[in-house]
Nanobody, 118 residues
């Protein structure tokens, strides 16, 4: 499986971040894997944000700002994070895990740098 993140590298404070993860050689819908978004920020290090399998789960810390959904027609899953602040600056990864939720993914995208700045 291959995963590739895409989206803007720069967002302004208060804006919504929208990222996509395109998955190759592995179907998202109907699989037994968990598909997650993870980020690495200066303040929190590596942080599991949320993900989807047969349902969608979010980190309690981000639950009020985060939406994750899939588009089965093009084998992508997406992240929308509202009310961006400079502390959200970091590298955002999508990944696949056979072990549920958390940062212990077996397959990772290359990551995308996101900077929050006016």
């Amino acid at each position: 499986v291959q995963l590739l993140e895409s989206g803007p590298g720069l967002v302004k404070p208060s804006q919504t971040l929208s990222l996509s993860c395109t998955v190759s050689d592995g179907a998202i819908v109907g699989s037994y894997y968990s598909w997650s978004w993870i980020r690495h920020t200066v303040g929190k290090g590596l942080e599991w944000m949320g993900g989807l399998s047969f349902s969608v789960f979010y980190s309690p810390a981000l639950n009020s700002r985060l939406v994750i959904f899939t588009n089965a027609s093009n084998n992508q899953f997406h992240l929308e994070l509202t009310s961006m602040v400079p502390e959200d600056t970091g590298v955002y990864y999508c990944c696949r895990s056979a072990k549920g939720w958390g940062v212990n993914c077996g397959s990772w995208g290359q990551g995308i740098q996101v900077t929050v700045s006016s």
